[in-house]
């Protein structure tokens, strides 16, 4: 122990202080150094360069940049993806930049736009603000009509409603407006430049139409945000690497010009979805307005959904904008790393009632019933030579209605026949169809001069183009007046414009005349030129031309065909193509095989029928599990920066595929209505379970007398459930007379309409049913009683009401809105809501009344030819609804299963489908793939083979 202590206790040598004076004199200098170098540098920024540091520190420039949230994911009920976001990279462009002079600026910033123009390249990547495209002339004109028009221009000239627009501005057109924005007055876009010019901003010598277009295009959506400083505005989204690279690589000849990280919305639901998801775009200025009421977080360069569940659920899916500040030099360069001021956030995941297999499944069991029924009332045979039809159920579609269906609802663009890059089918196509023109031109003259028997002597075709000379004059409001008016056809043609322009029924203002006064004689030729003149820009009159010449054989189906190579509407490769062309395959079986193999599909031909709907729904809480709307569209070529042309191309489609047909579309219910007319009659005691109405195939006891479909008649029906069996029209209008007879025997008409009408409140049918979406308002009916009683009258509904009134049936008056959503998530899958059944009535009516129509539903089932054998006890009612004499009945079909404890009601709808014998093959397949009765693909591909000709209009 002492020994160690004495260890510790020793003392260390001592250092001299002439030994640690060197030691001093090196730390001293060391630290004198570092403060000598301080001082230096000092003066040096402060002194020395103090001018030019002070210039660049005012030159900075505290910008703030928007973090986009990330929108919420869209499932299906089984957990399959079906919307989501993918990383993209957009182009964005701000007036950030001092400038001496506004020429300069309005020159640089018009230079920029052109350059990043030229980096883009894909002109479908750039956003488009103004609704305005090229013609091929080089002129202009609007891409939106309507209310939409008149919405951009309020916004265009500053107005907050469009009643406050002056004449003028309303009736501004798409070139006077580029004219505007190219003026001094806005964004001085010269077409030429000087060679300085050139050089100093990036411009070219000239300026084509395009580039005008789409530099106002960028210049106007700069201005858009001129009250908000430094918010960039998108030029282009979701660019090429390539592009990006350009605009980095140039980023300090193109002040304000930057790359920002963005998200793509992609669906993988495909066609049979869009109707129900919608898509995401751009946020218009009335959304703006709209959404900012609610909370002040959009700006105009928010994206937001625009239909469907994207629309109806943006509250939840919106994932919430986050913002960022660093400092930049003047030309957009950033000098700090950027500060998060606030967190984006991540929309709610929402996951749908929907099961997107049953989906897919009954879109292809809709478009291959739809082809069936098309292949079986299409005949080789011209319009001109077919009888006219007795009834809807006999009209028939011609082969030039096929062949011509195809250049009428653009699967072959007759546009692209008159290019410079035409193959040589399509030029002699176009020759043919110039000469033909001309000589239709030629005979205009001498038309107009015919009367009496030189008239009736004219072809039907020369009718049909003065008929549409005289349409469209009407149209353009050249001429004025009403039905009333001069006939022509009474007349010569000269002379109907004289009575016209005497009746002071002709807008002269519209005709180009220098003089003060001149004859009628001149005003009558100076109206037809201006028809005639009309005539040559109008697509829809060269259309015309293109039918005669198909009705005339002058353009032929095979020739047809081969243009749908040639333009790639079918593939070159396809076998076909040899067989049609060497004569192996005639071109009538081809069109057929092209509909059976859906190459060519009905919406494409858009004849009647081109379109049909389906609704499934679980009738026990009212969750969608199905809605289906035929045809559908690429949602996702019109989400984020919409394709312009494909959004132009499917508002011009003749089978209306924006069109929700499962929700939007109203129709008369035909007989699927007539439970409805039964529980009437044993609700008001009128009939009862027993009761048995002898039909012979008339119902005269109103008048019109109505026939039973049946015309021969059913002879005695015993029941109600019989008479629903047997779709029996005169045992319901029995129902409804007794229903509207008086004490003293008269029947009264609003009576018996007023019952039914309390039952079908009952059942709901004059409520929308509550789906997430846009539903039409149904519409009761309110007219013709006994016609009413069997689903015509007035009724409207579309898919989705009679739906939920299936349910109804099926659940024994439980009433129950339906529901696409499912349940919401975090982005972690959290549950944070989940949707509960909402009961919104019950029908209480005696077990008696369900149970007889139940039975009555399950008797039609085991006697149809093609539900009998169904695997499934099931109830269904058929029905056919008539629209007009000219167009095919719709046809109908209802029904649920099992018959006890319901787990499934369906109801379908094929528009102008002929008959509800057309539409019953839909429904069994639904029922076999929803209960696995069959294989599914096979279910699926033998759709079609359950269509008729059947008269049957029950």
Known sequence: MRKHRSFYNKQLPEISLIERIPRLLILGMFFGFLFLTLIFRLYRFQIMEGATNQEAFMSSIVKTQKLSGSRGNIYDRNGKLLASNRLSYDVTLEDSKNYKTKKERQRSLNGIAYQLIQMIKDDKKLNVVLPIAEKEDGTYEFTADGWKLSRFKADFYGKIEVGELSDKEKAVTADELIAELSGKGKFLIDPTYTEEEQKQFGLPESLTPKDVLQIANIRYGISLNSYRKYLPFLVASDVSNETMAAVFENKAALPGADVQESSIRTYAGGESMASILGYTGGISSEELSTLNQQEAIYTNQSVVGKSGIEKSMESLLRGEDGTEQFYTDVVGNKKTEPVIIKAPGTGKDLYLTIDKDLQDAVYKMLEQQIAGILLSNIVDTKRSDMPKAENAAQIRISSDEVYYALLKNHVIDTNRLKEESATDLEQSVFGAFSQKKDNVYSRFSAAFDASGTEYDGLSSEMKGYLDYLVSEAKKTKLITGNAGSPDW??????????????????????????????????????????????????????????????????????????????????????????????????????????????????????????????????????????????????????????????????????????????????????????????????????????????????????????????????????????????????????????????????????????????????????????????????????????????????????????????????????????????????????????????????????????????????????????????????????????????????????????????????????????????????????????????????????????????????
């Open 489 to 954: 056809k009474s007349k010569s043609f000269r002379q109907y414009l004289t009575d016209c322009i005497s009746a002071g029924l002709v807008d002269l203002s519209k005709i180009q005349n220098n003089e003060a006064y001149v004859a009628i004689e001149e005003e009558v030729r100076l109206v037809e030129e201006k028809m005639l003149s009309d005539l040559k820009g109008s697509q829809e009159f060269d259309l015309k031309i293109y039918e005669a010449m198909i009705g005339e054989g002058s353009l032929k189906g095979e020739t047809i065909e081969n243009l749908l190579y040639d333009q790639g509407a079918l593939p070159m490769e396809d076998p076909d193509r040899v067989l049609l062309n060497s004569g192996q395959l005639s071109p009538w079986a081809f069109i057929q095989k092209k509909i059976k193999n859906l190459e060519i599909t009905p919406a494409q031909l858009a004849l009647n029928p081109c379109s049909g709907s389906a609704v499934i729904v679980d009738p026990q809480d009212g969750e969608v599990l199905a809605c289906v709307s035929y045809p559908g569209y690429d949602n996702n070529r019109l989400a984020n920066q919409m394709d312009a042309q494909y959004y132009l191309h499917l508002s011009n489609d003749l089978s209306l595929p924006l069109f929700n047909r499962a929700t939007s579309q109203l129709t008369a219910p035909g007989s699927t209505f007539k439970p409805v007319t039964v529980i009437a009659g044993m609700s008001e005691g009128v009939i009862n379970s027993d009761t048995s109405i002898v039909c012979t195939g008339i119902f005269d006891k109103v008048q019109p007398a109505l026939r039973c479909w049946k015309r021969n008649g059913h002879g005695i029906i015993n029941s109600p459930a019989d008479a629903l069996k047997n779709s029996c029209n005169v045992y319901l209008s029995e129902i409804t007379y007794r229903m509207g007879t008086q004490k003293d025997g008269t029947y009264s008409e609003a009576d018996g309409l007023q019952k039914l009408q309390k039952y079908a409140n009952l059942m709901d049918l004059d409520k929308k049913t509550g789906i997430e979406i846009g539903e039409a308002q149904p519409h009761v009916t309110d007219q013709f009683s006994i016609p009413s009683s069997i689903g015509q009258g007035t009724h409207n509904y579309t898919t989705t009401q009679i739906a939920r009134y299936t349910t109804m049936l099926a659940n024994h008056g439980k009433s129950y809105d339906l529901s696409l959503v499912y349940k919401i998530t975090d982005s972690e899958g959290t549950l944070e809501k989940s949707f509960t059944p909402v009961l919104k009535d019950t029908a209480e009516l005696p077990e008696a009344i369900w149970s007889e129509v139940a039975k009555g539903m399950n008797e039609l089932v085991s006697s149809n030819a093609s539900l009998k054998d169904l695997g499934v006890s099931a109830a269904g009612k058929t029905g056919t609804a008539e629209e007009s004499k000219n167009k095919p009945n719709h046809g109908l079909f209802i029904g649920y299963a099992p018959l006890e404890n319901p787990k499934v009601a369906i109801a379908v709808r094929i528009a102008n489908g002929y008959s509800s014998g057309n539409v019953v093959g839909v429904g069994r397949g639904i029922f076999d793939y929803y209960f696995q009765l069959k294989e599914k693909e096979a279910i699926i591909t033998n759709t079609a083979s359950k269509v008729s000709n059947n008269l049957r209009t029950d």
